[in-house]
């Protein structure tokens, strides 16, 4: 599957990308500032990314200076002839005393502050950086990055998923105190587009070249969830299609949920009922680009969320 990048005009573009699987990402081990590897499979990961973009250019192509995302750059850049440019300010939160720990570690060690971060607390995150100091730095790059590019230009930056969902959330409103959307996975790309001040939501979450559905999205079904691809009427998915959306979107998914559950099943839907509801989850904040892919809804009983947002082209 190769990545062709039509002409933006007068537009800016700027797609962000996670690192490909790290080695702290498989024993569980927290990793902030620590320069924790690719894994064998994060490798793989990486280079089938770089199929995806081999016909890819970008006006600018930058990475976290951590190995993890400079060497999945690094992966993408033989493809199409770039050298990342490393980047310290695109690094993931500095987890500070909590590096290197697991999870139960991180419990055991530091109870106070799991309970704070529970309540919503901005406090510093094994006395380092908070989610706030993070979102404040990145968006700062971010934004030097965006005052840089010409009209008609692209960016590609490899970062670190908490990057990425915290810039997601700056520019769009998506925070952290409810679950709308999953959890940004391995080489997954979130692409921003500008033709003017406002950002429009392009992508989220497309990892479509390791597999159909994010690692979150994925996980949330095999505990059960049924998940349903809402799909543009030309684009052929690869799982049973269950008919037309309806007017009551939201009402329709749990109806299919109960009669699929634990199931990966596709609904054709037009422009209009799929922006309506994915407005409906994420905010009127977010401006909304074409459905030209896939979007897939994780359905249970306490409602729905987004895996991720049309993916695939």
Request: proline letters at 5%.
């Given at each position: 599957?190769?990545?062709?990048?039509?002409?933006?005009?007068?537009?800016?573009?700027i797609?962000?990308?996670?690192?490909?699987q790290?080695?702290s990402?498989?024993?569980g081990?927290?990793?902030?500032?620590?320069?924790s590897?690719?894994?064998?499979h994060g490798?793989e990961?990486?280079?089938?990314?770089a199929e995806?973009?081999?016909?890819?250019?970008?006006?600018?192509?930058l990475s976290?200076?951590?190995?993890?995302a400079?060497?999945t750059?690094r992966?993408?850049?033989?493809r199409i002839g770039?050298?990342?440019?490393l980047i310290?300010?695109w690094r993931e939160?500095d987890?500070?005393d909590w590096e290197?720990l697991?999870?139960?570690e991180v419990?055991?060690?530091f109870?106070e502050?799991?309970?704070?971060l529970k309540?919503?607390k901005p406090i510093?995150?094994?006395?380092?950086?908070?989610w706030?100091?993070?979102a404040q730095?990145?968006n700062?790059?971010y934004?030097?990055?965006?005052?840089?590019?010409?009209p008609?230009?692209r960016?590609a930056v490899?970062?670190?998923?908490?990057?990425?969902a915290s810039?997601?959330?700056?520019?769009?409103g998506?925070?952290?105190?409810?679950r709308r959307l999953?959890?940004v996975?391995?080489?997954a790309?979130?692409?921003?587009?500008?033709?003017g001040d406002?950002?429009?939501?392009?992508r989220?979450?497309d990892a479509?070249?390791v597999g159909?559905?994010?690692?979150w999205g994925?996980?949330?079904?095999e505990?059960?969830?049924?998940v349903?691809?809402?799909v543009?009427?030309?684009?052929?998915?690869d799982?049973p299609?269950?008919?037309?959306a309806e007017?009551?979107?939201?009402?329709?998914?749990s109806?299919l949920?109960?009669?699929h559950?634990?199931?990966r099943?596709?609904?054709?839907v037009?422009?209009?009922?799929?922006?309506?509801?994915?407005?409906?989850?994420?905010?009127n904040?977010?401006?909304?680009?074409?459905?030209?892919?896939p979007?897939?809804?994780v359905?249970?009983?306490?409602?729905h969320?987004l895996?991720?947002?049309n993916?695939?082209?």
């Amino acid at each position: 599957m190769v990545h062709a990048l039509p002409d933006l005009g007068s537009a800016v573009e700027i797609t962000l990308i996670r690192h490909g699987q790290s080695v702290s990402n498989v024993t569980g081990h927290w990793q902030g500032h620590g320069d924790s590897p690719l894994s064998e499979h994060g490798v793989e990961q990486a280079q089938a990314l770089a199929e995806r973009l081999s016909g890819a250019s970008f006006d600018r192509f930058l990475s976290s200076d951590l190995s993890r995302a400079a060497d999945t750059a690094r992966a993408v850049g033989s493809r199409i002839g770039m050298e990342p440019e490393l980047i310290a300010r695109w690094r993931e939160i500095d987890v500070g005393d909590w590096e290197g720990l697991t999870r139960e570690e991180v419990k055991e060690t530091f109870p106070e502050q799991i309970d704070a971060l529970k309540q919503g607390k901005p406090i510093k995150i094994g006395g380092a950086e908070s989610w706030l100091d993070l979102a404040q730095r990145v968006n700062g790059a971010y934004q030097d990055l965006r005052a840089e590019l010409e009209p008609g230009q692209r960016a590609a930056v490899f970062a670190h998923g908490g990057v990425i969902a915290s810039l997601v959330g700056v520019l769009f409103g998506v925070g952290r105190d409810r679950r709308r959307l999953g959890n940004v996975a391995n080489t997954a790309m979130t692409t921003i587009r500008y033709d003017g001040d406002r950002p429009t939501l392009l992508r989220y979450n497309d990892a479509t070249h390791v597999g159909p559905l994010p690692s979150w999205g994925q996980e949330r079904l095999e505990q059960g969830a049924t998940v349903v691809a809402l799909v543009p009427e030309a684009y052929a998915y690869d799982a049973p299609m269950k008919g037309n959306a309806e007017a009551d979107l939201g009402g329709h998914l749990s109806t299919l949920a109960a009669a699929h559950p634990g199931e990966r099943i596709g609904l054709v839907v037009a422009p209009a009922p799929w922006s309506t509801f994915a407005t409906s989850i994420l905010g009127n904040q977010v401006a909304l680009g074409a459905p030209l892919g896939p979007t897939h809804v994780v359905v249970t009983e306490d409602g729905h969320a987004l895996a991720d947002l049309n993916v695939g082209h």
